[in-house]
């Protein structure tokens, strides 16, 4: 069965460190996304691919660094720079307006 | 420019019809779509309209566009327990010339038993 899949489910990360989320597609799809959702904030674009080596920033990009070195993996490395990183982060796949698809999250806590 | 706008709570009595609403400020054509996220989960496609077309009846689903007030509803009739969750009303602004969705904050659909 074709999906995206998220890992972990569950991720806590020390203060200063950096963590990395991964985003695996076995879809076939150009496209790649990823999004923050904080409760009552809707989902907010971090950063996206449209092909392979070439990602651009969305709407709150500060503190994140992403990279696309295959078409199916688009890992989200959380930088210390990222002051608030506890949220739930959505990854998405898409190959026209139609074939979005989402994996089912990572919620990353900060202890 | 583009935003798409939903109130943020709805409850309604198990059995009943549950219509949630979304605005969008854009003026180029557009695809709409609702999205469903249970607790801890990732978002689900329900439905999609283009904004050409009026009204999208999918089982217990209905999707009603008005054109000219920009206004998109969702109706899930007979709405039951398993109903319950947060409901996304998203769209493509295809004169942004790519296929990125804008989503509204989300509508929490309580239903009473």
């Known amino acids: 069965d074709g999906g995206i899949t998220q890992s972990p489910k569950y991720l806590f990360r020390k203060e200063g460190q950096n963590v990395t989320l991964s985003c695996e597609q076995n879809?076939?799809?150009?496209?790649m996304y990823w999004y923050r959702q904080d409760p009552g904030q809707g989902l907010r674009l971090i950063y996206y691919?449209?092909?392979?080596?070439?990602?651009q920033k969305g709407d709150i990009a500060e503190g994140y660094s992403v990279s696309r070195e295959k078409k199916e993996s688009f890992p989200l490395t959380v930088t210390s720079a990222q002051k608030n990183p506890t949220a739930f982060y959505l990854c998405?796949?898409?190959?026209?307006?139609?074939?979005?698809?989402f994996g089912s999250g990572t919620r990353l806590t900060v202890v | 420019g583009e935003d798409v706008e939903q109130s943020l709570f709805l409850s309604v009595r198990e059995g009943d019809s549950s219509v949630i609403n979304c605005t969008y400020t854009?003026?180029?054509?557009?695809?709409l779509y609702w999205y469903k996220q249970e607790p801890g989960a990732g978002l689900q496609l329900l439905t999609y309209?283009?904004?050409?077309?009026d009204m999208k009846q999918d089982q217990r689903l209905t999707v009603l566009l008005n054109k000219k007030d920009k206004h998109l509803s969702l109706r899930i009739a007979d709405t039951q327990t398993g109903d319950s969750a947060i409901y996304f009303c998203?769209?493509?602004?295809?004169?942004?010339?790519?296929?990125?969705?804008?989503f509204g904050k989300g509508t929490k659909l309580s239903v009473i038993p």
């Open positions: 309209i283009f904004s050409n077309m």
């Open positions: 879809l076939n799809h150009d496209a």
């Open positions: 998203a769209a493509i602004f295809l004169g942004a010339g790519s296929y990125q969705l804008t």
């Open positions: 854009d003026s180029s054509s557009t695809y």
């Open positions: 998405a796949s898409s190959i026209d307006r139609h074939g979005y698809t």
């Open positions: 691919s449209q092909i392979v080596n070439d990602f």
